[in-house]
């Protein structure tokens, strides 16, 4: 399934704005999904590093943080659509933000805030977002094992539980 995603996403990628693509993705693998009984949440966006935007939509994923460096703290992309599959003709809404240096965008799957510790504490949004505060001084790979680093303290296993991804621009 994620094959045909992906190869239908590389086909509609070069034409059209986020939710436009999205849209278009979404009708085209729609039966097949359906099929299936599975839905695909999928954050998709475009980063035009001349002009220093990025633009984006969502279908049915966690909102990515963007941390200002200039303001030293994070804010949510909160963008929301239905995840695709669920049905034809989505009308997806398209954001954009206007990035300066050393701002960095987040992304990650509900796998890793929704990580449990022994006594079923979440990891949760909070410390995560302190997390990636906390992190911005390192570069983006040393942010991400710095951030799994201190997940994989918190449930204290070197597995996790759930599906995860985590993923620095």
Partial sequence: LMTMIRSVLRSQ???????????????????????????????YGVLNCEQKTF??????????LWYHRRLGRCEYLEVSGLPLGIRRDI????????????????????????????????????RFERLVVETVVLPPAGAIEAILERLRRFTGREEPEDDMTLAIM
């Avoid at 999205?22 to 999904?33: A, C, F, P, Q, T």
């Avoid at 633009?55 to 990515?64: D, L, M, S, W």
């Avoid at 009308?91 to 965008?105: C, H, M």
Wanted: net charge negative; charged share 25%; no cysteine.
């Fill in 55 to 64: 633009r984006f939509t969502n279908a049915g994923q966690v909102f990515p």
């Fill in 91 to 126: 009308t997806y809404r398209v954001e954009e933000i206007q990035l300066e240096a050393g701002d960095r965008i987040v992304f990650y799957t509900d796998g890793l805030v929704e990580s449990t510790d022994s006594t079923h504490r979440m990891f949760g949004f909070d």
């Fill in 13 to 43: 990628a070069r034409e059209g704005s986020p939710e436009q693509v999205l849209g278009r993705l979404n009708n085209l693998i729609h039966e097949d999904i359906r099929e299936s009984g599975h839905s695909v949440a999928m954050f």
